[in-house]
Protein backbone atom coordinates (compact mmCIF):
# COMPACT_ATOMS: atom_id res chain seq x y z
CA UNK A 1 0.00 0.00 0.00
CA UNK A 2 0.81 3.50 -1.04
CA UNK A 3 2.04 5.54 2.08
CA UNK A 4 1.98 8.83 0.05
CA UNK A 5 -0.85 8.92 -2.30
CA UNK A 6 0.30 11.87 -4.14
CA UNK A 7 3.93 12.87 -3.85
CA UNK A 8 4.68 16.53 -4.72
CA UNK A 9 8.20 18.06 -5.42
CA UNK A 10 10.21 21.19 -6.70
CA UNK A 11 12.39 20.70 -9.42
CA UNK A 12 13.99 23.94 -11.01
CA UNK A 13 11.17 25.98 -11.15
CA UNK A 14 8.92 22.50 -12.30
CA UNK A 15 5.99 21.73 -9.41
CA UNK A 16 5.44 17.59 -10.12
CA UNK A 17 2.13 16.49 -8.41
CA UNK A 18 2.93 12.78 -9.23
CA UNK A 19 -0.53 10.22 -8.31
CA UNK A 20 1.17 7.45 -6.29
CA UNK A 21 -1.86 5.02 -5.31
CA UNK A 22 -0.80 2.12 -7.75
CA UNK A 23 -2.66 -0.58 -6.44
CA UNK A 24 -5.75 1.08 -7.01
CA UNK A 25 -4.77 2.66 -10.58
CA UNK A 26 -4.45 5.82 -9.02
CA UNK A 27 -8.21 6.45 -8.35
CA UNK A 28 -8.86 9.76 -6.54
CA UNK A 29 -9.29 9.75 -2.74
CA UNK A 30 -11.16 12.74 -0.97
CA UNK A 31 -7.33 13.12 0.88
CA UNK A 32 -5.72 13.19 -2.88
CA UNK A 33 -7.95 16.14 -3.59
CA UNK A 34 -6.51 17.76 -1.23
CA UNK A 35 -3.11 16.93 -1.48
CA UNK A 36 -3.08 17.95 -5.23
CA UNK A 37 -5.54 21.32 -4.30
CA UNK A 38 -2.53 22.53 -1.78
CA UNK A 39 0.21 21.89 -4.57
CA UNK A 40 -1.73 23.79 -7.14
CA UNK A 41 -2.28 26.64 -4.68
CA UNK A 42 1.53 26.79 -3.42
CA UNK A 43 2.70 26.73 -6.64
CA UNK A 44 0.63 29.88 -8.41
CA UNK A 45 2.10 31.81 -5.53
CA UNK A 46 5.52 31.04 -5.96
CA UNK A 47 6.72 33.15 -9.19
CA UNK A 48 10.04 31.32 -9.64
CA UNK A 49 7.22 28.27 -10.64
CA UNK A 50 7.06 28.11 -14.30
CA UNK A 51 4.81 24.83 -14.49
CA UNK A 52 2.60 21.96 -12.88
CA UNK A 53 2.94 18.51 -14.34
CA UNK A 54 0.84 15.85 -13.07
CA UNK A 55 2.34 12.41 -13.41
CA UNK A 56 1.65 9.03 -12.13
CA UNK A 57 3.33 6.38 -10.80
CA UNK A 58 2.39 2.61 -12.34
CA UNK A 59 0.63 1.62 -15.68
CA UNK A 60 -2.22 4.36 -15.28
CA UNK A 61 -2.49 7.67 -15.17
CA UNK A 62 -5.98 7.69 -13.51
CA UNK A 63 -8.91 5.35 -13.37
CA UNK A 64 -11.12 7.85 -11.99
CA UNK A 65 -12.91 8.18 -8.72
CA UNK A 66 -12.49 6.09 -5.78
CA UNK A 67 -15.98 5.35 -5.38
CA UNK A 68 -16.03 4.06 -1.79
CA UNK A 69 -14.49 6.98 -0.83
CA UNK A 70 -16.57 9.01 -2.93
CA UNK A 71 -19.52 7.85 -1.45
CA UNK A 72 -18.22 8.56 1.96
CA UNK A 73 -18.09 12.07 1.32
CA UNK A 74 -21.08 13.44 4.15
CA UNK A 75 -21.71 17.00 1.68
CA UNK A 76 -20.90 16.27 -1.56
CA UNK A 77 -21.18 20.30 -2.09
CA UNK A 78 -18.77 22.91 -3.64
CA UNK A 79 -17.04 23.02 -0.10
CA UNK A 80 -16.56 19.00 -0.91
CA UNK A 81 -12.39 18.53 -1.31
CA UNK A 82 -13.15 17.38 -5.34
CA UNK A 83 -14.74 20.48 -6.20
CA UNK A 84 -12.36 23.04 -4.37
CA UNK A 85 -9.49 20.60 -6.27
CA UNK A 86 -11.39 21.41 -9.48
CA UNK A 87 -12.06 25.34 -9.03
CA UNK A 88 -8.35 25.78 -7.79
CA UNK A 89 -7.37 23.93 -11.13
CA UNK A 90 -9.35 26.09 -13.19
CA UNK A 91 -7.86 29.78 -11.55
CA UNK A 92 -4.39 28.64 -11.55
CA UNK A 93 -2.31 30.74 -13.51
CA UNK A 94 1.05 29.20 -13.94
CA UNK A 95 0.36 26.59 -16.72
CA UNK A 96 -0.06 23.00 -16.53
CA UNK A 97 1.29 20.03 -18.17
CA UNK A 98 -0.27 16.65 -17.98
CA UNK A 99 1.78 13.16 -18.69
CA UNK A 100 -1.04 10.25 -19.39
CA UNK A 101 -0.21 6.46 -19.77
CA UNK A 102 -2.15 3.90 -18.97
CA UNK A 103 -6.70 4.33 -17.98
CA UNK A 104 -7.29 7.84 -17.77
CA UNK A 105 -11.00 7.45 -16.56
CA UNK A 106 -13.15 9.92 -15.76
CA UNK A 107 -11.38 12.74 -14.08
CA UNK A 108 -8.37 11.06 -15.49
CA UNK A 109 -9.54 12.52 -18.78
CA UNK A 110 -11.47 15.95 -17.54
CA UNK A 111 -8.79 17.03 -15.47
CA UNK A 112 -6.52 16.95 -19.05
CA UNK A 113 -9.47 19.63 -20.20
CA UNK A 114 -8.24 21.74 -17.46
CA UNK A 115 -4.17 21.37 -18.47
CA UNK A 116 -2.39 23.57 -21.30
CA UNK A 117 -0.23 20.83 -22.73
CA UNK A 118 -0.90 17.01 -22.46
CA UNK A 119 1.41 14.30 -23.28
CA UNK A 120 -0.12 10.83 -23.91
CA UNK A 121 0.95 7.58 -24.51
CA UNK A 122 -0.25 5.61 -27.20
CA UNK A 123 -1.03 3.17 -25.07
CA UNK A 124 -3.71 5.40 -23.17
CA UNK A 125 -7.39 4.59 -22.95
CA UNK A 126 -9.62 7.38 -21.99
CA UNK A 127 -13.21 7.23 -21.29
CA UNK A 128 -16.01 9.68 -19.57
CA UNK A 129 -18.45 7.13 -17.87
CA UNK A 130 -20.57 9.39 -16.18
CA UNK A 131 -23.70 8.41 -17.66
CA UNK A 132 -22.84 4.90 -17.78
CA UNK A 133 -22.89 5.19 -13.62
CA UNK A 134 -25.95 7.18 -13.63
CA UNK A 135 -24.12 10.40 -13.16
CA UNK A 136 -23.82 13.65 -14.70
CA UNK A 137 -20.34 15.34 -16.05
CA UNK A 138 -18.22 17.22 -13.84
CA UNK A 139 -15.04 19.72 -14.06
CA UNK A 140 -16.85 21.47 -16.61
CA UNK A 141 -16.93 18.93 -19.35
CA UNK A 142 -20.32 19.80 -20.35
CA UNK A 143 -18.85 23.35 -21.48
CA UNK A 144 -15.09 22.66 -22.22
CA UNK A 145 -15.60 19.60 -24.52
CA UNK A 146 -17.92 20.74 -26.74
CA UNK A 147 -15.57 23.84 -27.11
CA UNK A 148 -12.59 21.73 -27.91
CA UNK A 149 -14.12 19.26 -29.87
CA UNK A 150 -17.81 19.94 -31.39
CA UNK A 151 -21.03 19.46 -29.97
CA UNK A 152 -21.77 16.22 -31.74
CA UNK A 153 -18.16 14.58 -30.63
CA UNK A 154 -18.65 15.39 -27.31
CA UNK A 155 -22.09 14.73 -27.07
CA UNK A 156 -20.66 11.02 -27.85
CA UNK A 157 -18.18 11.12 -25.83
CA UNK A 158 -20.13 12.05 -22.96
CA UNK A 159 -23.78 10.61 -23.66
CA UNK A 160 -22.65 6.86 -24.47
CA UNK A 161 -18.99 6.87 -22.52
CA UNK A 162 -17.24 4.82 -24.65
CA UNK A 163 -13.67 4.12 -24.47
CA UNK A 164 -11.23 5.94 -26.90
CA UNK A 165 -7.79 5.84 -27.55
CA UNK A 166 -4.78 8.56 -27.34
CA UNK A 167 -5.13 8.53 -31.38
CA UNK A 168 -8.51 10.04 -30.84
CA UNK A 169 -8.33 12.03 -28.28
CA UNK A 170 -5.14 13.65 -30.10
CA UNK A 171 -7.72 14.22 -32.96
CA UNK A 172 -10.25 15.39 -31.05
CA UNK A 173 -8.20 18.19 -29.80
CA UNK A 174 -7.63 17.48 -25.65
CA UNK A 175 -3.98 15.83 -26.19
CA UNK A 176 -0.90 18.13 -27.69
CA UNK A 177 1.50 14.97 -28.36
CA UNK A 178 1.18 11.20 -28.59
CA UNK A 179 4.36 9.23 -28.45
CA UNK A 180 5.31 5.26 -27.22
CA UNK A 181 5.34 4.59 -23.51
CA UNK A 182 9.32 4.69 -23.56
CA UNK A 183 9.29 8.16 -24.98
CA UNK A 184 6.96 9.56 -22.63
CA UNK A 185 9.27 10.94 -19.91
CA UNK A 186 11.61 12.42 -21.88
CA UNK A 187 8.44 14.12 -24.39
CA UNK A 188 6.99 15.69 -20.99
CA UNK A 189 10.91 16.52 -20.08
CA UNK A 190 11.62 18.52 -23.44
CA UNK A 191 8.24 20.38 -22.87
CA UNK A 192 9.21 21.18 -19.24
CA UNK A 193 12.61 22.53 -20.14
CA UNK A 194 11.01 24.75 -22.72
CA UNK A 195 8.67 26.48 -19.99
CA UNK A 196 11.53 26.83 -17.99
CA UNK A 197 13.44 28.79 -20.14
CA UNK A 198 10.47 31.38 -20.93
CA UNK A 199 9.51 34.53 -18.43
CA UNK A 200 7.42 33.42 -15.69
CA UNK A 201 5.37 36.67 -15.95
CA UNK A 202 5.17 36.24 -19.81
CA UNK A 203 3.62 32.76 -19.09
CA UNK A 204 1.40 33.06 -16.52
CA UNK A 205 -0.19 36.50 -18.90
CA UNK A 206 -0.35 34.67 -21.57
CA UNK A 207 -2.78 32.31 -20.40
CA UNK A 208 -4.44 34.15 -18.55
CA UNK A 209 -5.40 35.77 -21.36
CA UNK A 210 -5.97 32.39 -23.18
CA UNK A 211 -8.33 31.57 -20.92
CA UNK A 212 -10.41 35.33 -20.30
CA UNK A 213 -14.04 34.91 -21.38
CA UNK A 214 -15.33 35.08 -24.71
CA UNK A 215 -15.12 39.01 -25.90
CA UNK A 216 -15.06 41.10 -29.23
CA UNK A 217 -12.06 41.10 -31.01
CA UNK A 218 -11.64 44.49 -30.64
CA UNK A 219 -12.34 44.30 -26.34
CA UNK A 220 -9.17 41.52 -26.68
CA UNK A 221 -6.44 44.08 -28.42
CA UNK A 222 -7.27 46.60 -26.22
CA UNK A 223 -6.82 43.98 -23.37
CA UNK A 224 -3.51 42.30 -25.00
CA UNK A 225 -2.48 45.98 -25.44
CA UNK A 226 -2.21 46.69 -22.03
CA UNK A 227 -0.57 44.10 -20.68
CA UNK A 228 1.86 44.20 -23.80
CA UNK A 229 3.06 47.85 -22.71
CA UNK A 230 3.76 46.59 -19.07
CA UNK A 231 5.68 43.60 -19.96
CA UNK A 232 7.84 45.51 -22.70
CA UNK A 233 8.75 47.99 -19.76
CA UNK A 234 9.96 44.96 -17.30
CA UNK A 235 13.79 43.90 -17.04
CA UNK A 236 12.48 40.41 -17.94
CA UNK A 237 11.23 41.86 -21.58
CA UNK A 238 14.35 43.95 -22.03
CA UNK A 239 16.86 41.46 -21.30
CA UNK A 240 15.19 38.76 -24.06
CA UNK A 241 15.11 41.68 -26.54
CA UNK A 242 18.56 42.25 -25.78
CA UNK A 243 19.70 38.57 -26.12
CA UNK A 244 17.82 38.31 -29.37
CA UNK A 245 19.89 41.59 -30.87
CA UNK A 246 22.89 40.60 -29.93
CA UNK A 247 22.81 36.98 -31.70
CA UNK A 248 21.58 39.05 -35.22
Do not use: W
Not at 31 to 45: G, H, I, S, V
Amino acid sequence: MSEQPVIITKDNGVVRIRLNRPEKKNAFTQDMYTLCEKALKQANDDTSINAVVFESEGDSFSAGNDLNDFLAIENLDESAPPFRFLHTLNKVEVPVVAAVNGLAIGIGTTLLLHCDIVISSNEAVYALPFVQLGLLPEAGSSLLLPQICGYQKAAELLLLGDNFDAQTALDLGFVNHVVSAEQLAGKVEEVLNKLRAQSGQSLRVSKKLLKHPVESTAARISREAEYFAKALSSPEAKQAIARKLQKK
